[in-house]
């Protein structure tokens, strides 16, 4: 039958199940049982055939021993954690004897008549293997005779896996004849608990159901406990758990990103060192004298955060009552808010209704055998709708504040008690924040210096005045795009002599660009690219083939003005070599990760795509097409960026991104569009000082207070944040994009004449 208990034997293992059709249903696979090897007797029913038939209580008769009774009653019952119940499974066994003598079998026959799941292993090896493989609930392990099977190592071997953290584990002993022997032995060894020899099946059985519910069912309780956990690391309210004693026993993620500490932070603190606001003293009387008789507090009151910062909070604190009837831990469950608890209300309202109409559908299902459609789709609709309006409250009682806004507030909480010359230099310090150019520069030219206020306002301000009458307006037709149509694109495998020798100390700083533009006819960019993307490992990236990759360096570069003196496919080689260069440094490499160098390499490559040869003020004055689709912003790094995504993605045998998962591609655009709009002067001074005060200053601040673990730990992971390492990023493309004055003084003479030249071919 589907419930009838078998009997199952091998060589080297006998597994019961307790039942009565073992013997009278052998099948082709199964083994002869071995001599010895207990038989239960026919028409035996066991606990564990009841309980799997559904049966709540049955009786079993003992199969022999010593103190055999008419009968006994085994309930079977879900275990009760607080409010949680759960079902056990049937408890398993494992029997580890070298041989099977009387105890062995004692212990067998109790397995059946308490409806355990018993397993037979007589090596230490194969029960170390079925433990991992089965996870049993009790081990019992032979211990008389160390020299047949050492069970202090298989006890140790088993304990050092975390799956054998709420197993329990027994050695069995010899009796005593002359002295009792310590346990400390087999405690250091992990053991649970020692058994002292005594092959009564009616005392292995009674000794089976105390550790039954003595041990494996406070075991199976704290296994629960990993649920609970669960929950708790996962769950979005800021929850914390201190002792009777105000120390802090548990923080979840939630509340110690409230409160702007680090993971473990808090962890053992007393909450006399946490920071408070002094002001609310008698409040805390009130909390205390609420929750010291076993009541619940709920109400606002004012936090500080780890920073200073002081934050309005909805807190609700109940006392946990513990061993003895007194109050043992205190639960603290957090909420900001906006000034006003109504929104924490409404969550609090929504959830208890949702919990209610649960529990009511619930106990609608028990009553009803047949589903009702339309009651099943209304209480979805409501319980969704309910839903929706506690994630609203949720939003509404988040605190959403800018950086700089706190910053605001922290210095108007300083000007307060601080003297009349420091409140107004504070005064001005506001209102420069209160600036929406933080980081722009403002020069303080001379009024008899008008060429230089002129000059260097063009370069960066992006401010245009009125065009005059007969000024030059540009014509859409310079800014078309080359065609694409041009030579196949060529192998690093066959190229000529005289370009490989051009190319041979590209590594080097001193590298000459102009002998490689000479080289290859004004079109060093593929034959340079091709190369360091090959030295960078760009194909593995990418996941692209070299085909592929030629193709659109070939693309690019046809979409550089040969025409233009200084913005051609020349420059953008030179920015890429540069940018190259850069990246080999070690605390480059030691910051930035394959994808980070990859994509770098593409922003120098396209990041004067398609440049007309005129600056962005010449542009938005002339009032060019693209200086009106890009609305007079960036207009020309807008451009950049744009066009080489459209060229890359317009034609499969070009597109270097198509194998690529959506997240790194994702990643990948948002960087070089981000790197791309860098090279755009007019916002040089802010990234600049960006850079200063995120990265520059604080590594130099870390090295000059000494060398000792911690500063060197945060000096390695400090430029690794995501935030940092794109103001490194930054800054390294606009070095290389005007590195060309640190290069070899006839290379920077080259430049500047190119520079002018195009600069200056501007003229009204």
Known sequence: MGCAPSIQASESRAVYHGGNEAEDAPGPTAPPLQPGVPRLPPGQTTAASARSCGSSLVESEPSGGSGSGNG???????????????????????LVFPKEDKQCNGFCRACEKAGFKCTVIKEAQTALACF???????????????????????????RSSELSENTVIVGVV??????????????????????????????????????????????????????????????????????????????????????????????GKDLAEVPVNEKKADLLDTINSCIRIGKEWQGICSAKEKNGDNV??????????????????????????????????????????????????????????SLDVRTAASRTSKVSSQRRRSSMARIHSMKIEAPITKAINIISAAQESSPMPVTEALDRVLEILRTTELYSPQFDAKDDDP?????????????????????????????????????????????????????????????????????????PLIYLGLKIFARFGVCEVLKCSETTLRSWMQIIEANYHAS???????????????????????????????????????????????????????????GSELAILYNDTAVLERHHAALAFQLTTGDDKCNIFKNMER????????????????????????????????????????????????????????????DNRCLIKRMLIKCADVSNPCRPLEQCIEWAARISEEYFSQKL
């Open 72 to 94: 006994n009653t085994v309930a079977v019952a879900d275990i009760q954690f607080g409010p949680m119940r759960f079902h056990p499974d049937q408890l398993q066994v494992l």
């Open 132 to 158: 991992l493989d089965k996870h049993h609930d009790v081990i019992i392990i032979d211990h008389r005779n160390p020299q047949q099977l050492d069970g202090e190592v298989l006890c140790r071997s088993i």
């Open 174 to 267: 010899r009796r005593a004849v002359r002295e009792e022997s310590s346990v400390m032995s087999l405690i250091e060894a992990g053991f649970t608990r020692r058994y002292v020899e005594n092959p009564s099946a009616m005392a292995c059985y009674n000794e089976l159901l105390q550790m039954e519910f003595g041990l494996v069912r406070p075991q199976l309780k704290l296994r629960a406990c990993n649920s609970m956990f669960t929950a708790l690391e996962k769950s979005q309210e800021a929850i914390e758990i201190t002792s009777e004693d105000h120390i802090v026993q548990y923080a979840n993620p939630a509340f110690e990103t409230t409160m702007g500490y680090e993971s473990g932070e808090l962890i």
């Open 312 to 369: 309005q909070q909805n807190v609700k604190i109940l006392p946990v009552i513990g061993q003895g009837g007194k109050i043992r831990h205190y639960v603290s469950i957090v909420r900001a808010c906006n000034g006003n608890n109504k929104a924490t209300k409404i969550a609090e309202c929504v959830q208890s209704d949702t919990h209610t109409d649960n529990q009511s559908g619930k106990h609608n299902d028990r009553r009803k055998s």
């Open 451 to 523: 060429h230089a206020i002129d000059l260097v306002g063009g370069l960066m301000s992006d401010v245009f005045r009125r065009p005059s009458r007969n000024e030059y307006v540009l014509s859409t037709k310079n800014l078309q795009q080359v065609s694409s149509s041009v030579i196949t694109p060529t192998s690093l495998h066959d190229i000529p002599s005289q370009i490989t020798q051009a190319m041979e100390n590209e590594e080097s700083w001193d590298f000459d660009i102009f002998e490689l533009e000479a080289a290859t006819h004004k079109r």
């Open 564 to 622: 233009n003196p200084y913005h051609n496919s020349t420059h953008s080689a030179d920015v890429l070599h540069a940018t190259a260069y850069f990246l080999c440094k070690e605390r480059i490499k030691q910051t930035l990760d394959p994808l980070d160098e990859v994509t770098t390499l593409i922003a120098a490559t396209v990041h004067d795509l398609d440049h007309p040869g005129r600056t962005n003020s010449f542009l938005c004055n002339a």
């Open 663 to 722: 997240n790194d591609y994702r990643t990948l655009r948002q960087s070089i569009i981000d790197m791309v709009l860098a090279t755009e002067m007019t916002k040089h001074f802010e990234h600049v000082n960006k850079f200063v005060n995120s990265i520059n200053k604080p590594l130099a601040a870390l090295e000059e207070d000494g060398e000792t673990d911690k500063n060197q730990e945060a000096i390695i992971t400090m430029p690794r944040t995501p």
